[in-house]
């Protein structure tokens, strides 16, 4: 080797430290030098393998060097070396301190058999200096690249905490997918090696596996987890994070290696579940969690807690209004709400049918503006906000969207907040449109009385019937058989209709229930299903009536050219059966009894034109002196004879 | 959980596909199987990231040095599919600074090779 410029070349072909060092090493190897560098792992990174640390640890510099900046190798020295059992030192050889702040880290060693001890001397000061330069680059590169590193994960801390904010702000449900997305932050942020999510299972009290990275998730989801120990215990008693070093909770700590950290997910202070991160990483393997790392978990668990406080509330929310709409929906009463500026907050599907609104054009707008036209519907919701009082309005007449008019049976009732202030004015209306027109059909059948009585009770419909006192009525032509076999079908039937549509009317004018037409004959109940005060009063005024509208039927005939008719009644007042007769499928409300049978045998004995009551009847009659007594009746199954009252047209 | 799912050499190119969290052991892995492949004198590789959705410091640190050992040898080192936690951790540490990174194999492999 001629001169120092090769060394010097040498170290300056390489960049870094370690391929200077080694490059070094080889170069002289290859020119018969040796060459060892001694430095304490403080300076260099402990990843150049080129010290010997046990070596550099024994020595004692001041011994070797004692103010000097190198030595030359003599006797004593080398015993003092062998001593310590470092490395094979020859005595000649140069060793150079090398100084790390002034304070001496280690030493260079180089020694050739060919070599003068100037030389030696030389190159190792100057080797001494170069590195020493160099120790002070690299321990400054090296701060400044731990310094970035700790800024650098400071910033991960910080990107993960908004990450996690943001995956929790754009999630509105505890979804798995939620909580497996917070665990791979969370588990990152912290360097952990392994973590879970566990949530209670409100309807077992358990804890179920929610989220994992890193842990057998088929052993953990067969064990019962419970808070009554352990982790979990610790953690619905502390209700804040905690660092776990030991623990007795087999169950969750089995997967830890060195410790862990365990952060409750409270919900009113109540605990809901837990996030467990195991085993911190290092670069150089397993480490512990420390206060630091507690303190960014807690941080980031207490976002969730909150937003899984913030989610449990939506749910529940969203869980009442679903429940409340699913109620609204299926009643079949309309509800409209209207709020204290008077804009529609909420209408049901059955006000929406009612009107024939579309929900969502009404909701938010004014009623002034919804309810045009329905002038006095309004007026009545105006006088409920003023007033503060409850309006009821029975067969309201309404316009819908349509302007068809509609009837409903109306509540306007102003609404109350917690604080006792108005809040707006709730509507709840029935339609009676759709009764109004079974009502209207059946009556072409049937009594008003029945049809009012079967929408009023469901009950009566039912098969069977129960004993009550009736007034029965029968009408019948005198005659008819013969008279309609000398006229054309058509005819009979057009006689037969106009004739009862005329005593009809009458019927239902004094409160009869048309039981039922038997050929020419009608059977009419008075006191069922509905009593009045006197029914036999009015089945007798409603015979008379019959009898006077008969005599304006007959004219009206006369003038068409057809025959006239001539009527018999008979009435009767007692005990009946009364109720649904019948099957199921085809059933008649009628009465039956020997009340009924007499009320026939009293219409057959009457003349035409003739009323023929019985003696229950007259005694109940408030005026009396119209009919006279006749001759007593035998009546079939009676063995006296009966007493009976006529009246003649 | 975390491994090396497949390592290929094609035109030149080391591929080195992994599955899983990229932390402490993974990040070992990489560097072992990548300095056993330098020492054989290959200098370009691939890393394929695309089942790895997790990172943490200490996986990204060790890719650090990776890249620090493959400058030494005037090789080089690249990224593709990249999850977007991954992309942003290796963005704050400085990864990319250094190296590319590509949306697929496909297009790494046309623009390396």
Not at chain 1, 86 to 94: A, L, P, S
Not at chain 1, 297 to 308: E, G, H
Not at chain 1, 451 to 470: A, C, F, I, Q, T
């Amino acid at each position: 080797m001629s001169d120092l410029s090769e060394v010097y070349n040498v170290l300056n072909k390489k960049k870094s430290l370690r391929a200077k060092i080694l490059s070094l090493s080889f170069f002289f190897n290859q020119n018969n030098y040796v060459f060892k560098l001694f430095c304490s792992s403080t300076v260099f990174s402990q990843r150049f393998e080129i010290q010997d640390q046990t070596f550099i640890k024994k020595i004692n510099f001041n011994k070797v060097f004692g103010e000097e900046t190198f030595k030359i190798i003599d006797t004593k020295d080398l015993l003092y070396f062998n001593e310590l059992d470092g490395f094979d030192f020859q005595k000649n050889g140069v060793c150079s301190i090398m100084y790390f702040f002034k304070k001496p880290v280690g030493f260079l060693y180089l020694f050739s058999k060919n070599e003068s001890e100037d030389k030696l001397l030389n190159i190792s000061q100057f080797l001494s200096y170069y590195f020493d330069g160099i120790i002070r680059q690299f321990h400054m590169e090296s701060k400044l690249k731990n310094k970035t590193l700790t800024l650098q994960n400071k910033l991960l801390e910080i990107e993960s905490i908004f990450n996690i904010t943001e995956l929790l702000n754009s999630h509105n449900s505890n979804s798995s997918d939620l909580y497996q997305d917070i665990l791979f932050y969370i588990i990152s942020t912290l360097n952990a090696s392994k973590a879970i999510i566990l949530l209670k299972n409100i309807k077992s009290g358990s804890y179920d596996l929610i989220a994992s990275v890193g842990v057998n998730t088929e052993e953990l989801n067969k064990k019962m987890i419970r808070d009554t120990k352990g982790i979990l215990s610790d953690l619905k008693e502390s209700k804040s994070s905690l660092i776990i070093n030991n623990t007795d909770d087999y169950i969750l700590s089995k997967f830890s290696e060195s410790n862990c950290m365990a952060s409750p997910i409270l919900s009113q202070k109540t605990l809901h579940g837990a996030i467990i991160a195991y085993d911190k990483e290092s670069r150089q393997g397993s480490s512990m969690f420390d206060n630091f790392d507690l303190r960014l978990f807690d941080n980031i668990t207490k976002k969730i807690s909150l937003s899984f406080d913030n989610i449990l509330l939506l749910d529940s929310l969203t869980e009442s209004k679903k429940s409340i709409d699913n109620i609204m929906s299926s009643i079949s009463t309309g509800i409209i709400k209207i709020d204290i500026l008077g804009e529609i907050d909420y209408i049901n599907s059955s006000a929406t049918k009612v009107f024939g609104f579309d929900k969502d054009i009404i909701i938010g707008n004014h009623y002034f503006i919804i309810f045009e036209g329905n002038d006095r519907l309004i007026s009545l919701i105006e006088k409920t906000e003023i007033e503060k009082k409850i309006i009821f309005e029975n067969n309201f007449e309404i316009l819908d969207l349509n302007k068809k008019p509609l009837q409903i049976n109306l509540t306007i009732s102003p609404v109350f907040d917690e604080n006792n202030d108005n809040s707006g004015v709730v509507l709840s209306f029935e339609d009676l449109s759709g009764i109004n027109k079974v009502k209207s059909t059946f009556k072409k059948y049937v009594s008003e009385n029945i049809v009012d009585e079967l929408l009023k009770n469901e009950n009566s419909l039912e098969l069977g019937g129960k004993e009550e006192d009736v007034c029965v009525l029968f009408a019948d032509i005198r005659g008819f058989t013969s008279l309609s076999e000398k006229m054309d079908p058509p005819k009979v039937v057009y006689v037969l209709n106009n004739y009862f549509q005329s005593m009809i009317d009458v019927i239902f004018k004094y409160s009869g229930t048309l039981d039922k037409i038997i050929g020419d004959e009608l059977m009419v109940l008075y006191g069922v299903p509905i009593r009045a005060e006197n029914d036999c009063q009015n089945a007798v005024d409603s015979a008379i009536a019959m009898l006077d509208s008969l005599g304006d039927f007959n004219k009206k005939m006369n003038n068409e050219g057809l025959p006239q008719l001539n009527i018999g009644i008979g009435i009767n007042f007692g005990k009946v059966v009364s109720g649904n007769i019948g099957s199921r499928q085809q059933m008649n409300y009628t009465v039956i009894g020997d009340n009924v049978n007499l009320a026939a045998r009293l219409c057959s004995s009457a003349k035409g034109g003739e009323i023929s009551i019985s003696k229950s009847v007259y005694e109940k009659l408030n005026i009396k002196d119209a009919f006279t007594k006749r001759a007593p009746i035998m009546v079939k199954g009676k063995e006296k004879p009966i007493d009976n009252w006529s009246i003649q047209n | 959980m975390s491994k090396i799912l497949n390592v290929e050499e094609a035109n030149g190119l080391v591929i080195i596909s992994t599955s899983g969290y990229l932390n402490k052991d993974l990040g070992e892995e990489i560097q072992k199987v990548s300095t056993e492949y330098v020492d054989k004198g290959s200098t370009s590789f691939l890393l394929n990231l695309s089942q790895s959705n997790i990172v943490n410091s200490i996986g990204a640190s060790i890719i650090i040095e990776v890249i620090e050992n493959l400058q030494e040898v005037d090789g080089d080192l690249a990224f593709c599919e990249l999850a977007p936690i991954i992309e942003k951790t290796f963005n704050i540490m400085g990864l990319t600074k250094y190296c590319k990174t590509f949306s697929s194999q496909k297009e790494a492999l046309e623009a390396l090779s």
